[in-house]
């Protein structure tokens, strides 16, 4: 009798289960491109995340899009890149983005985006520390944003499915393959699961560890990390040197080719990333080209808003901090999630963008080539998935009922009244990367195990619930980063 009950349980799952061709976890340009690609090969995707549409557009930009305009072809950037990653770099993967760069700038601008240009009316190209000519296009300090707003256009004339409610809690794997998610319903409270035939990783990185957990969770790392998946490039914590002091403020390094200067406080001009000690730097943006100024004023404003600095007669405190991340799951030119060096397949388990590691960036990171990467890996993993489907069945129905349990017995511990408080549990997380950063022994299995009680009993809309799952999904992500060394 328990048999067939069960039995037909997993009937009615089958039944009722949301079933969809390729779910992208992320919202911002990486999950973009990856939607637009997967769909015009002839699938429906969907794309889901728990911020906002749009939340990608308010990012602050570390840097334009690195593109080999003004060159007979990508050589010099490529081998730009590999000095900047080192011999950690693969060289294949660095070729492989750098060569698409002017492509992806080709669709930009088809789709509308408007560039910086310069006198005769060819893209300005910006010079960056790292790259041997000018190479940094984009919008000034609007790149990020007017990316991201031109990828949403062709998504919305797409039709393409984008829920901004969700919170995903885990993957479903069958024998190294994909059968799905879960999800909490941010509204109802509710988990259920998503039934997928490839699901792509296409999330923020996870940069709010040294920060404010809001400026990224990390949640296709972490997911990854969690269904047993090694994860490649951790140990590579590249920091932004413009970062505005006393706020999370990172400003776009593209604005020391228009006349702003890098400096010790003495007034001794500095190369990014030369400074011993960065306690004491400032840009100086008193000398910014009025033409600049225009491409600029997001900047200008912000940091008169946060500041008080007059750009004009004061100078602005900077320095180094963790603005983005390079780790992730280990893909193929196909954005295929893979182990044994490459030659096995999660099937049907792809990752894009900050959710990936191609190992274009070794051990270092080459201005530019995040949106590049982001943009290039984004349409690889849609355009695979988008036609990988097309003869896959959809399968493991059972699996994600199960899996289905057991978050849903997750979620409710967060309402028993035993365990830290979010402000207790956040300090914890603080400490672990203090550790790290000091090179001392950590305890993840502590954090793994630590017991988080809720305040708020609510299960509509409750945010501390959210905010109690983006703590405890950074786990994962700091165990990989101490086994990285």
């Known amino acids: 009798m328990r048999h067939l009950l069960e039995k037909e349980s997993f009937r009615r799952v089958r039944e009722n289960m949301e079933s969809w061709d390729v779910v992208i976890i992320g919202s911002g340009p990486a999950a973009l491109r990856a939607a637009i690609a997967s769909s015009d090969a002839g699938t429906k995707p969907i794309v889901i995340d728990s911020k906002s549409i749009g939340s990608g ?10 593109a080999s305009f003004d060159e007979v072809d990508s050589t010099a950037h490529r081998e730009d890149t590999i000095f900047a990653g080192g011999e950690g770099t693969n060289k294949s993967a660095a070729a492989r983005v750098c060569g698409e760069a002017m492509n992806v700038l080709a669709n930009l601008e088809n789709w509308g985006l408007v560039l910086q240009r310069r006198d005769g009316g060819l893209p300005f190209a910006a010079s960056c520390q790292g790259h041997s000519r000018p190479r940094l296009v984009g919008c000034g300090d609007s790149t990020s944003r007017e990316i991201t707003r031109i990828l949403e ?7 393409i499915v984008r829920r901004a409610d969700l919170q995903v809690l885990s993957l479903v794997m069958d024998s190294k393959q994909v059968r799905g998610i879960t999800v909490l319903d941010i509204q109802s409270g509710q988990t259920f699961g998503i039934q997928a035939k490839a699901v792509i990783l296409a999330t923020e990185g996870y940069q709010g560890l040294w920060s404010n957990i809001s400026e990224g969770t990390g949640t296709g790392v972490s997911l990854a990390a969690s269904a047993g998946i090694k994860l490649e490039g951790m140990s590579n914590i590249s920091k932004h040197h413009l970062t505005v002091k006393g706020t999370n403020l990172h400003l776009p390094v593209d604005i020391l080719s ?10 001794e001009d500095l190369e990014i990333g030369a400074e011993k000690d960065d306690g004491n730097c400032i840009l100086d943006l008193r000398a910014l080209e009025s033409d600049a100024k225009i491409w600029y004023a997001q900047t200008i404003r912000r940091i008169e808003e946060r500041t008080g600095l007059n750009i004009n007669s004061e100078v602005i405190p900077v320095y180094s901090s963790v603005a983005f991340t390079l780790g992730g799951a280990p893909v193929d030119e196909n954005g295929r999630v893979t182990f044994n060096s490459q030659k096995m397949w999660y099937t049907g388990l792809y990752a894009a963008g900050r959710s990936a590691n191609t190992g274009m960036h070794g051990d270092g990171y080459l201005p530019g080539n995040l949106q590049l990467e982001d943009l290039v890996t984004g349409e690889a993993a849609g355009n695979h998935a988008g036609e990988w489907v097309k003869n896959t069945n959809f399968a493991g129905s059972q699996k994600i009922e199960k899996e289905i349990s057991k978050v849903s017995k997750n979620i409710e511990n967060y309402f028993l009244d035993e365990g830290q408080t979010i402000g207790e549990a956040s300090i914890h997380l603080s400490n672990l990367v203090t550790n790290i950063q000091n090179n001392s022994e950590i305890d993840v299995k502590t954090l793994k195990e630590t017991k988080i009680s809720l305040t708020d009993q609510s299960r509509v809309m409750n945010t501390e619930l959210l905010n109690a799952i983006q703590i405890k999904s950074m786990a994962p992500i700091i165990e990989a ?3 990285s060394g």
Do not use: F, H, N, T
């Open 57 to 66: 557009s308010g990012l602050s930009p570390v840097s334009g899009l690195a």
């Open 481 to 483: 980063i101490s086994k």
């Open 258 to 267: 228009a006349g702003g200067r890098y400096r010790k406080d003495s007034g």
């Open 153 to 159: 256009e062709q998504v919305i004339k797409r039709g």
